[in-house]
């Protein structure tokens, strides 16, 4: 059987866990998830990861693999994923990519490579110590000097990332921003099927994600995250910290905000980043973009996606 590698991305809500769980079912898959807040273990309400009955149906890989006191980079994910794709494939399946987390899915596929720069010990050493006696503040000034762009996308309190874009600038004398765009051009890919969700009625997308928070609000997101704040799990400066649900949350459980006003401040912050994850995505014209809008039926968007796969094996 060939078992070139499906992918199956859009922005949040838009179905496409559903879509890639018919996939693997249809084309003897298994599921590696390209979500970069799945891996942490203990944040399951907040980064809707599958169900039991998921897990029953279709093996699943890269979810619950790190602890939200990690700071899981890129390069990390990429290696580990790297080694789970040619296991899947060694035994005969399909590995099916599915996430929303477009620079997870180009590091993987398109062949980008993150570790170029040697790392200058002395001046990372010199930036956090930079952090330590002027505060997180200060070094992400000093970032927003250099790359506006990048700083406008990195937490102040993500000091890793932050010296990360630093480092950069100083080894290569390019922004960040500058930097991944080079790393792409130069990228070399590796042969899948590129599927992604969207919906030509941008309001059906959004009904949908203030439905998901609903559901998550209802299934104990409060003391998802109380839980994780009380036992040291969701410190400030790390990547999972900064996941869409956990931060606003922590108004509530700290006494600062209602529920319901965390509700709608994670409904607001979850369509800004489907935004941001749409712009990421279109600019893949390898895509094939299927629309759930423009289909009648569930089974009959399920049958298109299946039709795309097969003319690609």
Request: aromatic share 8%; with cysteine; glycine share 6%.
């Amino acid at each position: 059987m060939n078992n070139k590698i499906i992918s199956v991305a859009g922005p949040t809500a838009s179905g496409k866990s559903d879509l890639a769980l018919f996939l693997a079912e249809r084309f003897d898959g298994e599921i590696i998830s390209f979500d970069s807040m799945q891996i942490y273990r203990g944040m399951d309400i907040g980064t809707a990861k599958p169900t039991k009955e998921d897990l029953a149906r279709v093996r699943h890989h890269m979810i619950d693999i790190a602890d939200p006191t990690e700071n899981f980079s890129v390069a990390d994910f990429t290696a580990r994923a790297k080694e789970i794709i040619a296991d899947v494939q060694n035994r005969g399946k399909t590995p099916v990519l599915c996430g929303g987390t477009g620079l997870y899915q180009d590091s993987l596929l398109r062949g980008t490579e993150f570790g170029e720069l040697h790392a200058d010990e002395a001046y990372r050493t010199k930036l956090s110590e930079f952090a330590k006696t002027n505060g997180n503040a200060a070094l992400h000034a000093l970032l927003a000097e250099k790359d506006p762009e990048a700083a406008e996308k990195i937490h102040m309190n993500n000091v890793k990332r932050v010296i990360r874009a630093l480092e950069i600038i100083n080894a290569s004398g390019m922004t960040k921003t500058e930097w991944d765009k080079k790393a792409l051009e130069n990228a070399s890919g590796v042969p899948a099927t590129l599927i992604a969700l969207n919906y030509r009625d941008r309001e059906k997308l959004y009904s949908r994600i203030d439905m998901r928070v609903d559901i998550m609000m209802e299934n104990g997101l409060f003391e998802e995250v109380k839980a994780l704040w009380e036992s040291g799990k969701l410190l400030p400066g790390t990547t999972a910290f900064d996941a869409i649900g956990y931060k606003e949350m922590l108004s509530c459980v700290r006494g600062e905000d209602s529920r319901d006003v965390c509700a709608e401040k994670i409904k607001l912050a979850t369509r800004h980043y489907a935004k941001r994850q749409l712009t990421w995505f279109l600019r893949n014209k390898e895509i094939n973009w299927l629309y759930p809008d423009e289909y009648s039926s569930k089974e009959e968007l399920y049958s298109a996606a299946a039709e795309l796969v097969s003319k690609d094996r």
